[in-house]
């Protein structure tokens, strides 16, 4: 298209240096290298504009999808799979109940829900990897889902809406006996009871 419209420019430029009264063909050439310079100039004008209006209805049809997406979902605001609520689980590492940076957003979000809610009330199940007498893994689940509770009961939450409970090595995620499997193991699953 560019070229096109370049070809069509110069020969009408090439017509208009060519009726020139004066009769002097010298000064024909630097007319034309004038009249190539300006449609240069102007044939990246228009690029630019079109390039920078595509960019901005671009953006905004982007953002009309994004409001209408985030709009349509119409569901329990726990099943949403935008949002942070959907995440049921954190994760511990071995022989640890401290709470892990990552694991807070998560925290965070499910302390506000139950904050407006009330009426919600949530089980915290303690678990642990099967490495370990069961009693020591009893209570390491406890750790880990007091420590839960600890941490959301100081953002706000009602200590009645939180029920921890522990089974230790007794349920597992994955069944194997390596780290992927054990990593997997060692949790707090956030249980909603009412919601």
Same mark, same amino acid.
């Given at each position: 298209? $560019?070229?096109?419209?370049?070809?069509?420019?110069?020969?009408?430029?090439?017509?208009?240096?060519?009726?020139?009264?004066?009769? #002097?063909?010298?000064?024909?050439?630097?007319?034309?290298?004038? !009249?190539? $310079?300006?449609?240069?100039?102007?044939?990246?004008?228009?690029?630019?504009? !079109?390039?920078?209006?595509?960019?901005?209805?671009? =953006? =905004?049809?982007?953002? $009309?999808?994004?409001?209408?997406?985030? !709009?349509?979902?119409?569901?329990?605001?726990?099943? &949403?799979?935008?949002?942070?609520?959907?995440?049921?689980?954190?994760?511990? #590492?071995?022989?640890?109940?401290?709470?892990?940076?990552?694991? $807070?957003?998560?925290?965070?979000?499910? !302390?506000?829900?139950?904050?407006?809610?009330?009426?919600?009330?949530?089980?915290?199940?303690?678990?642990?990897?099967?490495?370990?007498?069961?009693?020591? &893994?009893?209570?390491?689940?406890?750790?880990?889902?007091?420590a839960v509770q600890r941490y959301m009961t100081l953002k706000g939450v009602s200590s009645s809406q939180l029920n921890v409970?522990?089974?230790?090595?007794?349920?597992?995620?994955?069944?194997?006996?390596?780290?992927?499997?054990?990593?997997?193991?060692?949790?707090?699953?956030?249980?909603?009871?009412?919601?």
């Open positions: 298209m $560019k070229h096109v419209l370049l070809g069509l420019l110069l020969v009408g430029a090439g017509s208009m240096v060519g009726c020139s009264s004066t009769g #002097d063909t010298s000064d024909t050439d630097g007319g034309e290298e004038v !009249a190539l $310079k300006t449609v240069d100039e102007t044939l990246e004008k228009q690029d630019d504009a !079109a390039t920078s209006g595509a960019s901005q209805a671009g =953006a =905004a049809t982007s953002e $009309k999808l994004d409001s209408t997406t985030k !709009a349509a979902y119409a569901g329990h605001p726990l099943d &949403n799979p935008d949002s942070p609520l959907i995440r049921k689980v954190v994760y511990f #590492d071995f022989d640890q109940s401290s709470l892990k940076e990552e694991d $807070k957003v998560t925290l965070n979000a499910h !302390a506000s829900y139950l904050i407006n809610n009330p009426a919600a009330t949530m089980r915290l199940a303690g678990h642990a990897d099967e490495r370990g007498t069961r009693e020591y &893994n009893v209570a390491l689940g406890e750790r880990r889902g007091n409970v522990s089974y230790g090595e007794e349920r597992p995620a994955q069944n194997g006996h390596d780290e992927s499997s054990w990593s997997m193991n060692r949790r707090v699953e956030l249980g909603y009871l009412k919601r």
